[in-house]
């Protein structure tokens, strides 16, 4: 038993392209993209950080 928090129940987060300095919130499971529709088209990297993008919140 563990308090660690499991992948599916932790906030899921993103960095888009090249800016790793704005943290968006990540939405859907199959293609995980920004919620605010930032970076299309540019690599998503995800972390487990949290979110600090205006436009996501
Ligand atoms: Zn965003």
Redo the contacts with the bound molecule.
């Keep these: 038993m563990t308090d660690q928090p499991t992948r599916e129940d932790a906030p899921r987060s993103c960095t888009v392209g090249e800016d790793v300095l704005?943290v968006?919130?990540l939405v859907g499971a199959d293609d995980p993209r920004?919620?605010?529709?930032?970076g299309e088209g540019e690599t998503v990297d995800e972390w487990l950080r949290a979110?600090n993008?205006?436009?996501?919140r």
Excluded: I, L, M
């Design positions: 704005r968006h919130e920004p919620k605010c529709g930032a979110v993008c205006p436009e996501c």
